[in-house]
């Protein structure tokens, strides 16, 4: 079993930065392979960014692909996502995500754990 808590969100200007961090719980955080999506209002969850467990591979949604960063620490049981340039669209729920399949995945449907969400918002 692993939980996930989200924390870092908030409200930033478009063009701003913010980093988002997920605190995972278990010993076996660094074999879970990690993923970050959002969900808009309205809109369905989409993929964000996925990370292997060893850092080795990371896999990008074309819409944040240069802007955003997914980095992990095994040590602290913690992943990021570094935001940077933000727009106006990227205004969602962020969660984080663990999957238990070595490889990095897209597909909600491979992963197990889910966080509660953090909310981002970026004014225009």
């Known amino acids: 079993q692993v939980q996930l808590v989200e924390s870092g969100g908030g409200l930033v200007q478009a063009g701003g930065s913010l980093r988002l961090s997920c605190a995972a719980s278990?010993?076996?955080?660094?074999?879970?392979?990690m993923g970050w999506f959002r969900q808009a209002p309205g809109k369905e969850r989409e993929f964000v960014a996925t990370?292997?467990?060893?850092?080795?591979?990371?896999y990008y949604a074309d819409s944040v692909k240069g802007r955003f960063t997914i980095s992990r620490d095994n040590a602290k049981n913690t992943v990021y996502l570094q935001m940077n340039s933000l727009k106006p669209e990227d205004t969602a729920v962020y969660y984080c995500?663990?999957?238990?399949?070595?490889?990095?995945?897209?597909?909600?449907?491979?992963?197990?754990?889910w966080g509660q969400g953090t909310q981002v918002t970026v004014s225009s």
């Open positions: 278990g010993r076996t955080f660094s074999t879970y392979t």
């Open positions: 995500a663990a999957s238990p399949y070595a490889g990095i995945w897209s597909r909600e449907r491979s992963y197990e754990y």
């Open positions: 990370i292997s467990w060893s850092s080795s591979s990371t």
